[in-house]
């Protein structure tokens, strides 16, 4: 391989905020992000919610020249949003959903219609074999009571199995994504602890940006200012992480966020902080053995708090299962019964005109509409609790295996 | 690796059929399948159509003696039916659920209630790292006018994905299971074209069972003639399929299949017949280079005619998004009519009773129903067209690739 001199890697990730119609001065973003990527000439840029495929059209054909490969990521009713510029081939791409995704009734968050995901892709750099991940996890609209909490933390645990199961062939691993996770997070802590991947803000030797790495901060004009009371200097929830494999080894030398506008313009690129890593791979020394077992008990112990939450979860969509079937058999039984006094009406046993015809329809129509809504429903929610079941047996089985070894 | 003396893997592989309240005699077969996997001692068994885990436990106890380690893979609705019983440790499993399945509103027909998917399980045996992967397939309602092809090549592609993506840290890779397609279907070439996995069945150096080793014949007395009828000595639909990877050979030794009949019993197992492989492994002599450069056009060839498929299915889903669509518009029309009529005729500026309230409630109580299940299903054919899209720009990309190197 000929990489003796350390490889220099310049990383973007910005969740873009491109919505139609609803995101405010879309268009100019979108185009002064295309401006800022083409004059910097990353080697990779890795964005989340550019939602219109023709935005994302519109950028690719604006850095053709600069970022010749590229990918966007289809699922869910509006795309995944996810998408890739790279200076390098991109060799192979795969997708994978996460099996829990927040509620499509939730319309107001919107977050089930995006088919929340995480891509893959394999690039080849001077010999060296990146896997890059890019992702989007479940939103936290509200932090005290987060009733994504447990959909985020089976997401965080099915990103984490992901890289470990696609990774094998990989020298270096590379995730950048707005995990919708606070650094200390039981998610994060998770999918660190499980896949063994570094954080670039603590790691990296130079750091130039918001305080404590934030990436949603009060300083820019896009944000509620209300919503970021409780964090005066704003959240961290945007991340590049990444690790070497085998015979190389990655360090972040430099790492620099957007500070609320863009460099040199009014407006900042996103809601989000861009997140902009330097990141140098060279080959490891000595092949280091995996030094996972260090840090087992620590792991054990965040295993544990996350299938609590997955039990949380659990027993949440349970009651939402239940209420919605007893619904429906609510509605089926006064349809019924609808039904049987609108038949003994029609033979005549019963006194004409027993009720008015007018609010019989009506609740009958009601009732219809009950039926069909609690049905599906009941069906949604089934398919919930055998994920969260799935995860939770999955998590004990882990948890039996690793205190048996230990 | 004490792995000199050639490893010998005894694989069970058989379609159950057990849908509870459905299936014939379901007890008895999940008895005798139990008996028989407890008294042959198979080194591996891989079930699928086990869709009540009631089943799964009953064989689980049963079993635990001769097969300590067991998985069951719970999605969808009413679970995967999915499950594997293990001499050796399962070090680790992962699901993942194929993006299009079929539809919810095919009860006859019910595959998307399954969450159909692809199991893996990562299993050593003497050193040697297995990955095992159990899927089933859309099942195909008829071959004529197959209205799921499209959705089983999406299947085909992304198992074929999967297997790629995760195998590169195993020695040896084993897939079993109800792939519904014949031998020559346009997804299992592009399966086999596209990870290089061997059929057991023309690979074997002995085999025993049904003529062309069919796995749905007409000698089993589950199985409707007359669906057979145009394919007189039966077909073939469940797999073994295997390869060695770097340094490991796989050969089939023996390959049985089960003749319409349990053997030694009135009754078969399910309907479909059980396969059972006879599996050698062995240090390969040279590390071999792959030799895939050497089937690239063929491949070509596969991909293209998958993605004919896919645009198919496109143009269908496309379609039918249209229509529902168009006629959830229609709905909503009605409705604001009848509510302009309703108010009108309450305000007085129409004649009393212009129209008859209950054919008039009735209408609305339609056109409601009409309009959500419209909604709905414009959604469900949404995420359909996007799944297509993508499978088709990725095969595309694929192609492109595959024809610049060439």
Redesign the interface.
């Known amino acids: 391989m000929d990489t003796d001199p350390p490889l220099q890697l310049r990383v973007f990730n910005l969740n873009c905020w491109a919505i139609r119609y609803l995101s405010k001065l879309r268009q100019e973003r979108i185009g002064l992000i295309g401006d800022t990527l083409s004059q910097e000439g990353f080697d990779l840029a890795l964005l989340q919610e550019v939602w219109s495929e023709r935005d994302y059209c519109e950028l690719k054909q604006k850095l053709t020249a600069c970022y010749p490969y590229s990918h966007y990521?289809?699922?869910?009713?509006i795309?995944s949003g996810l998408c890739v510029f790279s200076r390098y081939p991109i060799?192979?791409?795969?997708?994978?959903?996460y099996?829990l995704n927040g509620y499509?009734y939730m319309l107001q968050h919107g977050d089930w219609?995006c088919?929340k995901a995480v891509g893959?892709l394999v690039i080849k750099i001077c010999g060296i074999i990146f896997h890059v991940y890019v992702t989007h996890l479940h939103a936290e609209y509200c932090r005290d009571k987060d009733a994504y909490l447990p959909h985020r933390v089976v997401q965080a645990w099915e990103l984490a199995?992901?890289i470990q199961?696609?990774s094998?062939?990989a020298d270096v691993v590379l995730l950048g994504g707005d995990l919708n996770m606070h650094p200390g997070d039981v998610g994060i802590r998770l999918l660190r602890g499980w896949t063994g991947l570094r954080d670039s803000f603590p790691d990296t030797e130079r750091f130039e940006g918001c305080e404590d790495g934030c990436t949603l901060v009060p300083a820019n004009c896009f944000i509620n200012k209300e919503e970021l009371q409780p964090f005066p200097l704003g959240i961290r929830i945007d991340y590049i992480l990444y690790k070497g494999l085998s015979h190389f080894a990655v360090r972040c030398d430099s790492l620099v966020t957007t500070t609320g506008t863009a460099p040199g313009k009014s407006i900042p690129y996103s809601d989000h902080e861009a997140i902009m890593a330097t990141l140098c791979v060279k080959p490891r020394e000595a092949a280091k053995g995996s030094s996972s077992s260090a840090i087992e008990p620590e792991l054990v112990d965040v295993v544990n708090e996350a299938r609590t939450e997955v039990r949380v979860g659990l027993h949440t969509a349970e009651r939402q299962r239940y209420s919605n079937g007893r619904m429906a058999i609510l509605a089926l039984l006064l349809l019924f019964l609808q039904a049987a006094m609108g038949l003994s009406s029609l033979m005549g046993w019963d006194s004409p005109q027993p009720f008015p015809?007018?609010s019989?329809?009506?609740l009958?129509?009601l009732a219809?509409?009950v039926l069909?809504?609690s049905m599906?429903l009941y069906?949604f929610h089934?398919?919930e609790v055998?994920?969260l079941?799935?995860t939770e047996?999955?998590m004990r089985?882990v948890l039996q295996d690793k205190l048996s070894s230990m």
Chains 1, 2 share one sequence.
């Open positions: 990521f289809k699922s869910g009713v795309g060799l192979d791409t795969f997708l994978y959903q099996s499509p219609f088919g893959l199995q992901f199961h696609t094998k062939g015809k007018f019989f329809s009506l009958s129509l219809t509409v069909l809504l599906v069906v089934t398919i055998k994920m079941q799935g047996e999955q089985l």
